[in-house]
Structures are given as C-alpha cells and as structure tokens.
C-alpha cells in the first residue's frame, strides 16, 4: 500500500487566493483526520471524518477553512482566500475504526 | 478538555546511552490510548509506541518502553541504546473520543555520536 497520499507536497501561494489541499487515504480505511503543523500552536486537528462524514469541524480556525469528503478515497482541504498566517504544514491522516493513524506526508504551504 | 504537555523543548543523548522523554497529559476520561510519535526532518509521523490506560503493563517496542502512572497522568518515553538515526521531534499524543488525536508540544531530540 501506498499509504496516505497528500498533494501538493509544497504550495506557495499570494496572499487572498484559493489553496486547496489534497489527500488520499489508505484503502479500507474509514477514518480521516486534517492536522495543521505550526512553531506557534504545535499540531492540532482541524477536522475529522468518519465514514465520509464531518464528526468534528470544532478546531476549524474560521470560515475560511472548509474540508470535505466525496468519497471513501479523497477529502480536500480549502483556504479562500488565503492569509499569510494560514502558513503552516498541514497533515492527512487517515485509519481504519479506532485503530492506529497513519501519517501523509504533509503539505508545507507558504502564503506571501 | 484534554491537554498534553511536554516539558522538555530539547533534549540530548550520547550515542548508545538511555534517554527518557517527559510526558503529563490531563483528562477526566478513565479509558483512553495514549502514543509517542516520531517526527524525522522528512516531517512524516511515525507511530514509535502505544499504550492503552486500561493495562497496567508498560508497552514496549524493541529499544522503545514507556514508564506509564496512570494515577499521575504521566506518560514518559524511554530509548535504550540510542542510535543517531533516533535524532527527530517527538510527539506525546492522548488518543480522545473519536479516536481524535491531542499532542504535545514536542520534543527535539539530539544524538551525539
């Protein structure tokens, strides 16, 4: 397996456009986690997905920020527009029921 | 709410010594898993260890143990013969309803050789 899948790996982007942010979960997995990566505020979740369904959208930073779910085997992650302090890595995780997460590779963007 | 915290922004081991990394965590919750995670400078999160609160046993993984208190809400990570390839950020994670994740603020981890 290939595991979780993230694209793009890197995104520089001018400050008040659309970013969108992709992941691929791992095959048979229901569960699907955004993570946001900065010095300032360390790892936090963003969203969770359960069965493609938004669980819990509480760590959301504003309405900036929507995710979302089509299928089993895609979810993106959307800033618009964008700000400089949206700068951060952002993280796909992705597991099966209750079971260990599984990591991406993040995606490093950089808004200007 | 659950927090994690880790007091140890940095630490430093001597190739082949034994390092121990801090972790406290706080809930309310009597049933929940509680995970180190090793973050590399490739930035991928690798699952190093876990451990569920309800088995009084310390989990262990090759040179990787956990001194686990429940009663002290403490969750520390012990490396046995460090190797250099063990120098990277680590991460104390409380696993919450939901199967959610809440970490720590890290841990950078240095091996001299």
């Known amino acids: 397996d290939a595991g979780v899948i993230q694209s793009p790996r890197h995104e520089v982007t001018e400050m008040g456009q659309e970013v969108t942010l992709r992941c691929k979960p791992i095959?048979?997995?229901?569960?699907l986690f955004w993570y946001r990566q900065t010095m300032m505020r360390g790892l936090e979740l963003l969203i969770y997905?359960?069965?493609?369904?938004?669980?819990?959208d509480s760590g959301m930073p504003e309405d900036r920020f929507s995710a979302k779910m089509p299928n089993a085997s895609f979810s993106t992650l959307k800033i618009q527009p964008s700000e400089p302090r949206d700068s951060a890595v952002y993280f796909c995780?992705?597991?099966?029921?209750?079971?260990?997460?599984?990591f991406g590779p993040g995606t490093r963007l950089t808004v200007l | 709410a659950q927090t994690v915290t880790q007091s140890q922004p940095e630490m430093s081991v001597q190739e082949a010594e034994t390092v121990t990394l801090s972790c406290t965590y706080d809930t309310s919750e009597s049933d929940y898993y509680l995970f180190w995670y090793k973050q590399p400078p490739s930035r991928q999160m690798i699952l190093v260890i876990r451990q569920e609160a309800y088995k009084q046993q310390n989990a262990t993984e090759n040179r990787f143990s956990v001194n686990f208190q429940k009663a002290a809400k403490s969750f520390s990570l012990k490396i046995s013969d460090s190797q250099l390839g063990d120098a990277a950020m680590y991460f104390c994670a409380y696993r919450r309803t939901g199967n959610m994740l809440t970490f720590g603020g890290g841990t950078r981890l240095m091996v001299k050789p």
């Open positions: 997905f359960n069965n493609n369904v938004p669980i819990d």
């Open positions: 095959s048979g997995h229901n569960s």
């Open positions: 995780a992705s597991s099966f029921s209750l079971n260990e997460q599984f």
